[in-house]
């Protein structure tokens, strides 16, 4: 079993960063590749990044792709999203989510944080 707890969301300007993080307990983080998703109001859960079990790949939805960056700290237990230059349609809230496989398929993962919300206002 694992369980994830996000952090860091809020609100903020267009164009303003924020870094959300992830807490990762149960088993070791390490066993796991990660995954950072987000769902605005009235729209499907979207992948946004991942992060292989190492941190050393990682995979972007081209709609955050030079704008945002996950990590991991293995060491510490910790994922993390920096979000840079937010629009407007970055408002969703995100969710930090564990999967037995690197992967930008939604199904694929099994554990879930509980969302944190970010809002960008022009």
């Known amino acids: 079993q694992v369980q994830l707890v996000e952090s860091g969301g809020g609100s903020v300007q267009v164009g303003d960063s924020l870094r959300l993080s992830c807490a990762v307990s149960g088993r070791t983080s390490s066993t796991h590749a990660m995954g950072w998703f987000r769902q605005a109001p009235g729209k499907e859960r979207d992948f946004v990044a991942a992060v292989s079990e190492s941190g050393g790949n990682t995979y972007y939805a081209d709609s955050v792709k030079g704008r945002f960056v996950v990590s991991r700290d293995n060491s510490e237990n910790m994922v993390y999203l920096q979000m840079n230059s937010l629009k407007p349609e970055d408002t969703a809230i995100y969710y930090c989510?564990?999967?037995?496989?690197?992967?930008?398929?939604?199904?694929?993962?099994?554990?879930w944080g509980q969302g944190t919300q970010v809002t960008v206002s022009s």
């Open positions: 989510a564990a999967s037995w496989a690197y992967s930008a398929v939604r199904s694929v993962y099994k554990y």
